[in-house]
Every structure is written in structure tokens, then in C-alpha cells.
């Protein structure tokens, strides 16, 4: 039992600042806050953000451990990457937030005794089924990502196998910043593709605000792996509601320090989410009946929230 009154201190480093991330954050700290209170004891946290940088990461994670941090909570996969080996030598407890694929051997973070975390890894043939149950007619999918976001190697050749075996055509294009993927979104619009896929990609995640409209005006529906895609503007996001990861993280942090669980014998916990959330004004925008869509998603088992475009989240 821990003693009431004791402080521990924990260091969130986000890969970089966007909707998803800084969702996953704020939710880590208030459950953080609530679990300290309920246990009468205190966690000092801070959060910080690696810009998308790996040199400032390894800035960040040395400082945290340098700082003598209880734990490190490193949100996204080069974030958890990077904490993990900065703390190789003091074997500090690293919780990680949303790494789709941790056991990945690029990713390689299962195998480490000090590391645990929270995984969003995601279904991408059920999106697939998606776009399918909405256009019967799918001819050519849009695969639209960042070759250097590990989190996006797999989900990807899961849709290529996928849609091979469906007879059904894709146009891959990528790119590593906002212009990048922009140019990537004329190239797919000229390409005349009948939907977008993206997995979780921080790049285009950050990108979104910047192409929604393009999309939209070449009727393209875009299909992203989170809620965040289209609460910036996507016609559709699917996947793990980051809230709730966020505070299942924190719990998994409370359990290292309030219940003095071992990180080894911690197993990753894999979200899952049955929420498709759609945009109603891109919906619009591309000339999709919001009726329909929402039964021939519902035909798959999907709930559908209806919201509308959101530059940020409270």
C-alpha cells in the first residue's frame, strides 16, 4: 500500500502537438489527478512535446531520467521508442500511450522488462469493409501515408494484401510533411481513386486541416484510423477512442506505482473501438446521404456519431 501523503513524478512526452496526442495527454493527466486524489497521494506530472523530433525526444526522455522520474509515459511509437532507451541503464518504468504495433521487430519494445503500455493498433480490413458496405462499386482505394511513421508499414500491406484478394485496385502516395501530403492528395484526386485510406498517421493526422477540403471537392470520401481525422475534417474516422486509452494508460501507471505491479508481468493492453465517427458537412460536401451511410455501417456492427468539423478538442 503506498504511503498517503507520498509524491511521485511522471514525465508525458508526446511525439509532437496534435488532436490525437494531446487528446491521449489531457487524458492521462486528469486520470492521473483523480487517481492521486483517490489514493491520498500525489503525482507531479509534466508533459512536454518532441515536436516530431527525434533529437529533441532524446533531450526530453535524458531530462525526465535525469529528473529521477517515477515513470516515463511517452505517447506514440518513436516517442516510446526513444524513452525506452534512454532508459536502458536506471530501468525507470515506461508506460507507453498509443504504439499500434509494439511487437513489431522495427518497434521491438514487448521484450523489455521495464516497458508496458497501451496499444491502438487497428483493424484495417474492417475499414476496408467499410468503404465496401457504402460503395458496393469500389474500384480503386487511395492509400495515403507516411513512409517514415513505423506505426503506418503494417496497416498498410495489410490493405494492399487486403484489397489483392478483393480484386480491387490502389494508388499508394506518401508523404513526410503537410506540402508533401497535400501534393500526395492532388495526386490521388487525379488518380481518380473512390476513397482514401490513412492508419494512423501522425503526418497526415497533422496534414488533415490542410487537404480535407481537396477531398472534398473531388468527392473523395477519406477514411482515417481515429476519431481525430475527421474531427478535422475527414469524412470518416474509425478506430480507438484515444480518451479512453489515455486513462486506461493512467491506470496501468497507477498500478506500477500505488499497487507496485512489475511493468514485466504488465501485458500491453490492445484498445478496441467500434465507433465510426462521421463529419456531417463533408458528408454533405461529397454528396453522401448521411441516412444511408449510417445503415449500410450499421449493417456492420458499427455505432455512428455524428459531429461536425473541429479545429481542436476541449
Do not use: W
Not at 483523480?34 to 516530431?52: E, P, V
Not at 530501468?91 to 508496458?116: M, Q, R, W
Not at 487497428?122 to 476496408?128: A, G, V
Not at 501515408?145 to 503494417?154: I, L, Q, R
Amino acid at each position: 500500500e503506498p504511503a498517503p501523503g507520498k509524491t511521485y513524478k511522471a514525465a508525458i512526452i508526446k511525439l509532437t502537438d496534435h488532436p490525437s496526442l494531446d487528446e491521449i495527454a489531457q487524458a492521462i493527466e486528469q486520470q492521473l489527478d483523480k487517481l492521486a486524489a483517490d489514493n491520498g497521494i500525489t503525482i507531479q506530472h509534466t508533459t512536454t512535446s518532441g515536436q516530431g523530433d527525434e533529437t529533441t525526444l532524446k533531450q526530453l526522455a535524458d531530462q525526465a531520467i535525469a529528473d529521477q522520474v517515477d515513470v516515463i509515459i511517452p505517447v506514440a511509437t518513436a516517442a516510446a521508442k526513444i524513452s525506452a532507451l534512454a532508459a536502458e541503464d536506471t530501468k525507470t518504468p515506461v508506460v507507453f500511450a498509443a504504439v499500434s504495433y509494439p511487437d513489431e521487430e522495427s518497434v521491438a519494445l514487448t521484450g523489455i522488462d521495464y516497458v508496458t503500455g497501451t496499444s491502438d493498433a487497428l483493424n484495417t480490413r474492417f475499414i476496408i469493409d467499410m468503404m465496401l458496405a457504402h460503395n458496393p462499386d469500389l474500384k480503386k482505394v487511395g492509400l495515403l501515408y507516411s513512409k517514415s511513421e513505423g506505426s503506418s508499414t503494417k496497416p498498410i500491406q495489410e490493405a494492399k494484401d487486403y484489397l489483392t484478394s478483393l480484386n480491387i485496385a490502389f494508388e499508394e502516395k506518401t508523404g513526410t510533411n503537410t506540402n508533401e501530403i497535400s501534393s500526395a492528395v492532388d495526386a490521388l484526386a487525379a488518380a481518380k481513386v473512390d476513397a482514401v485510406f490513412t492508419p494512423t498517421d501522425n503526418t497526415v493526422m497533422s496534414a488533415e486541416l490542410a487537404i480535407f477540403e481537396k477531398l472534398q471537392d473531388a468527392n473523395i470520401p477519406h477514411y482515417g484510423g481515429a476519431d481525430s481525422f475527421a474531427l478535422n475534417g475527414a469524412f470518416c474516422g474509425y478506430g480507438v477512442d484515444y480518451v479512453q486509452l489515455g486513462q486506461e494508460t493512467a491506470q496501468m501507471v497507477a498500478g506500477l506505482l500505488v499497487d507496485g505491479a512489475d511493468p514485466a508481468s504488465t501485458p500491453v493492453r490492445i484498445m478496441t473501438g467500434e465507433t465510426a465517427v462521421i463529419i456531417t458537412e463533408t458528408c454533405a460536401a461529397i454528396g453522401m446521404d448521411l441516412d444511408q451511410v449510417k445503415s449500410d455501417f450499421s449493417g456492420l456492427g458499427i455505432t455512428v456519431v455524428e459531429t461536425t468539423t473541429q479545429q481542436e478538442f476541449s
